[in-house]
């Protein structure tokens, strides 16, 4: 790596910034416990990704830019992805959804498009194979590559056919959680028991699915919804809009407040509605995804090192970031 010509205190903030964000991971994926908000975490994430952006040398494989997610766990068998699970960029603002479609229409040469808008489920991610219509294997996502096998606790999860009303052999995608009420009901117990508290529930959720007894899991009424197949042509889905209601029609549960939109202030619209509305709902949600709506355009715009160019997680602000918001409106 030659950094000589990389200003000193830009060598040290990479340094300093991926140690932080390697223990913040490390609280966050493996000990279900964070400490900090994700838009802290997030903050911090750009501001390497910009640092590296300028100094190119600094990149290095093991810098946190460079990977999703976390490696699996002891206990439970590996299991290697067909596809990669991608992670998704994110961003807070208007203006950089605003310049996501505009990157999005100058990459693709054309003027309009349409995209999804849905709901980013913060629970965490599951992978599902099955043949001839019967659930075969269940993984997370690890770092995106390899994931646990996590079949036996995906089996107590009510709402997730053990076999599809059709027999395929197919492999789809996404969002294990725990319902805002089971969470609360877990969290008491706990807290007669003498047991520390879940912070969240995407903890709860994560922390419930890698138990290493399925009994224990199905004590807890986990839920899921799913919004990817992989390879998608192959059943001739051509949009993400079809995906959904195919996935519906062959028994996994959809969220059910997605919508389709033909510009970026719809999505800005959407993204204001559910970020007032999103506590009517009875599962954490922390955004809003934006994809795409054409397989072929999505093909057309390819990958980056961690994550789709035709999707981008459109989030809320961070809770905390919001009282503190409302507590100054209350003051003045
Ligand atoms: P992410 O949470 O930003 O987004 C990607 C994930 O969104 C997907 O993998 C999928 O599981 C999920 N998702 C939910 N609904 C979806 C939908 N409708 N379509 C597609 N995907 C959907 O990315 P990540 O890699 O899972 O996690 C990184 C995030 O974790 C960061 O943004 C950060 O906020 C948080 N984090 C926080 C801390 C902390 O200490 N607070 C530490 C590490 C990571």
Known sequence: MNVGKV??????????????????????????????????YDMMLKELMNLEKKYPELITPDSPTQRVGA???????????????YSLDNTYSEEEILEFDRRVKRLLGVESLEYVCELKIDGLSISLRYESGILVLAATRGDGIVGEDVTANVKTIKSIPLKLRNPLDIEIRGEVFLPKSEFKSINDERSEEGLPLFANPRNAAAGTLRQLDPKEVARRNLDAFFYQIVDPYKYRLETQWEVLDF??????????????????????????????????LNYAVDGAVIK???????????????????AIAFKFPAEQARTKLLDVTFQV
């Open 71 to 85: 490696k699996p766990l002891d206990g439970f068998k590996e299991v290697r992805h067909s596809v990669r699970l």
């Open 247 to 280: 996935m519906k029609e062959i028994g996994l549960k959809t969220e059910p407040n997605a919508k389709l939109v033909g510009d970026a202030m719809e999505i800005i619209e959407y993204w204001k509605r559910w970020q007032q509305d999103k506590h009517s």
């Open 292 to 310: 795409v709506n054409s397989i072929h355009q999505q093909e057309e715009l390819g990958y980056t090192a961690k994550s789709p160019r035709w």
């Open 7 to 40: 200003p000193h205190e830009a060598i040290e903030r990479v340094k300093k910034l991926r140690e932080e964000l390697n223990y913040h991971s490390y609280r966050y994926y493996i000990l279900n416990d964070p400490i900090i908000t994700d838009h802290e």
